[in-house]
């Protein structure tokens, strides 16, 4: 069975940093776009960015509202992915997904809950 | 940035009817890049449509999508008692833009 699990979230002070993982089984990973959503509590779906493949040369993207303090990258030896976030704010918290893409299929991870709170 | 808007906010229908779910683009969407997602509660966004009209991989053909350029139109043909969820639209043209969503409830 195909699976993405998102590990690293919990409870963070504003001003932290983090980084959220995300490891995928049962498929071929490097092939895959990968992209990071999240959703704040009761909100809707904000796209935060993504990484290409091999074959474009690992390009990364952002939202204009993420460029600067969010960093994806990804390791295809160890079939992950990763998210690293800077000077969280408490609009920071929410669930955060990763998604893998070869259409047509996609798959998503189960969330991984950050929290930035004093 | 593509701003997506989705209409109704909220549809209330029972089951076995027609579903039609709205999504405009601030912008022409080149290519025909747009997706629909599902969501129900407690899950994760679940991919139906890709491309305006494709449907992915393992998704029962009620669910349809048309449209391009600025308008597109999710329709669920005859509604399922598991189709009661959160829809959601998103360009992946320029970057990626989600729309707000729109809820289907049962009337």
């Known amino acids: 069975e195909v699976q993405l699990v998102e590990s690293g979230g919990g409870l963070v002070q504003p001003g932290g940093s983090l980084r959220l993982s995300c490891v995928a089984s049962a498929f071929t990973f490097s092939d895959h776009f990968k992209d990071w959503v999240r959703q704040a509590p009761g909100k809707g779906l904000e796209w935060i960015g993504r990484i290409g493949n091999k074959g474009n040369s690992y390009t990364t993207e952002y939202a204009a509202s993420m460029k600067g303090r969010f960093t994806i990258s990804r390791d295809d030896s160890k079939n992950s992915l990763y998210l690293q976030v800077h000077s969280l704010k408490t609009e920071d918290t929410a669930v955060y997904y990763c998604?893998?893409?070869?259409?047509?299929?996609?798959?998503w991870g189960q969330g991984t809950l950050v929290t930035v709170s004093s | 940035e593509i701003v997506l808007t989705q209409s109704p906010d909220t549809l209330s229908l029972s089951p076995g009817e027609r579903a039609t779910l709205s999504c405009r683009a601030s912008?022409?969407?080149?290519?025909?890049?747009l997706a629909w997602f599902q969501q129900k509660p407690g899950q994760a966004p679940r991919l139906l449509i890709y491309?305006?009209?494709n449907r992915a991989t393992g998704i029962p053909d009620r669910f349809s999508g048309s449209g391009s350029g600025t308008d597109f139109t999710l329709t669920i043909s005859r509604l399922e008692p598991e189709d009661f969820a959160v829809y959601y639209c998103q360009q992946y043209a320029r970057l990626a833009t989600f729309g707000p969503g729109t809820k289907v409830d049962i009337k």
């Open positions: 998604v893998s893409t070869a259409l047509p299929s996609q798959y």
């Open positions: 491309g305006a009209s």
């Open positions: 912008q022409t969407v080149n290519s025909n890049s």
